[in-house]
């Protein structure tokens, strides 16, 4: 939905162990979605996306749910290493636009 | 994929000075560029939408006057801080739009912080 600059919560989990990271948007008038992955000091980095007409879509080690009923978004990672430690963003776009609309974000910490 | 650079990386500069940031896209042409803000552990907020040969259009609560864009080139855009205050201190992050990918590929971020 969209970003009210609102810090950043914290989830904390320990190496190998799946992360499940959750999202909630505000505009049922988003058809496209993406979650991003943002180290300390760079700009984001894409992960995966998908389509509004999909409910979920696997990548490497990565998969995201999209829950269209209640304007859910996950990004769920398996066996999380110690490199996945960033912020983590999920971002919609409006149909017919190609604005991005980033969501308030989640760290993640991997304890090892 | 496609590579963004920004220039600087950081910059610090005195109050009431201006600062110009540089958004290019290296491997590829973008008619459309955006530019972002983000404040410390806080997401990224656009600001404008940067139109290659035409205005750029801002976001609700952005200053265009402060704010100065520029997009001359399809793999150049410029944001220019005009009269730079310690509130404008913030990491401004841009995006080239890649119309073949429907992707925004983002730059790497300029950290502005103003004494």
């Known amino acids: 939905g969209e970003n009210v600059g609102l810090h950043l919560p914290t989830l904390s989990v320990q190496e190998g162990d799946n992360s499940i990271i959750n999202c909630a948007y505000s505009?049922?008038?988003?058809?496209?979605f993406i979650w991003y992955k943002q180290e300390s000091g760079k700009g984001p980095q894409f992960i995966i996306d998908i389509r509004s007409n999909m409910d979920k879509r696997q990548g490497q080690r990565v998969t995201v749910l999209l829950n269209k009923t209640v304007k859910h978004l996950s990004l769920q990672i398996a066996a999380t290493q110690p490199g996945d430690s960033a912020v983590y963003f999920c971002a919609e776009i409006w149909r017919g636009g190609n604005k991005l609309v980033f969501g308030a974000g989640t760290i993640l910490r991997v304890k090892s | 994929g496609a590579v963004v650079s920004q220039h600087p990386s950081r910059v610090i500069c005195k109050s009431g000075t201006s600062v110009k940031i540089e958004c290019r896209s290296l491997d590829f042409q973008a008619t459309t560029m955006f530019w972002y803000r983000q404040f410390p552990k806080q997401s990224l907020m656009l600001m404008a939408t940067?139109?290659?040969?035409?205005?750029?259009?801002?976001e609700q609560g952005v200053e265009k006057d402060k704010f100065l864009i520029n997009h001359a080139s399809l793999t150049l855009s410029t944001l220019t801080v005009t009269s730079a205050h310690p509130e404008d201190s913030s990491f401004y992050i841009c995006?080239?739009?890649?119309?073949?990918?429907?992707?925004?590929?983002f730059g790497p971020g300029t950290r502005l912080t103003v004494l």
């Open positions: 505009n049922s008038a988003s058809d496209y």
């Open positions: 940067s139109n290659e040969g035409s205005k750029a259009t801002y």
């Open positions: 995006s080239a739009y890649r119309s073949s990918y429907n992707e925004q590929f």
